[in-house]
């Protein structure tokens, strides 16, 4: 429930023209229900992951369609993992923002509550055994309207040894939505290029061993579009 009383906060102080203090008294005239044992008020029991880097951003787009604030936006941070029993390492990637009433969407930008950078691709092949074969724009990936959405980004990474991978990412079944008429962005795709030339489809969630050789493509969603073209 924390992380969605933050995403109310957020997008209420987004949609207020006013700067206002971060704090509890934002949410006084707000009543908010939340059927408990539901995702966002899940049982003691639940197991659960991922509330800050990928729900809160499913929250946020909900809330801001309600409004017609804002179309959505990519709705995750695109989460990455791999390693070995001697390191780890985690990334998260950006995407499309969705556009607004006067606004386009931003392009290879995270959106909404998230907080993380990058590593740098020099560090990264100086430290880990991999190669970043490709990192840029998805060009055309957000939605198309009177104010298109921004476009996501398309990622690369070469294993020069066997690893465990995992993908933990949304927007893979479904497209970022447009609003007032503009189209939506494009659902993000994660793959395996298997050194054998097998291209293998992992889903929005999943583990899998990367060998020498094998390339991990990730293309990330792009945002939706706000207006038609006149």
């Known amino acids: 429930r924390a992380v969605t009383y ?23 005239p707000v009543d908010v229900k939340i059927p408990k044992g539901s995702i966002l008020w899940p049982s003691d029991t639940a197991a659960v992951v991922g509330g800050n880097v990928l729900t809160s951003q499913r929250v946020v787009d909900v809330i801001l369609k309600a409004f017609e604030a804002a179309a959505a936006s990519q709705g995750c941070m695109n989460n990455i993992t791999f390693g070995d029993s001697k390191f780890g390492y985690y990334e998260t990637i950006g995407g499309g923002a969705g556009a607004g009433p006067t606004w386009d969407g931003r392009s290879g930008v ?56 995992s993908v933990l990412t949304e927007r893979r079944s479904r ?56």
């Open 6 to 28: 933050s995403a109310i906060i957020y997008s209420l102080r987004s949609m207020v023209n006013k700067d206002i203090p971060l704090n509890q008294g934002c949410l006084k």
């Open 110 to 165: 995270h959106t909404h509550m998230t907080n993380t950078r990058i590593t740098d691709v020099e560090i990264m092949e100086r430290r880990y055994p991999i190669l970043v074969k490709k990192f840029g724009l998805r060009e055309g990936s957000g939605g198309k309207g009177l104010h298109p959405g921004g476009d996501g980004l398309e990622r690369e990474l070469f294993f020069r040894r066997a690893l465990n991978v």
């Open 175 to 230: 497209e970022p939505f447009g609003l007032c008429g503009g189209g939506s962005g494009e659902r993000g795709m994660n793959y395996i290029l298997r050194e054998d030339g097998r291209l293998i489809n992992l889903g929005g969630k999943n583990e899998v061993t990367c060998h020498p050789g094998d390339t991990l493509r990730i293309q990330t969603p792009g945002g939706g579009a706000f207006g038609t073209v006149e």
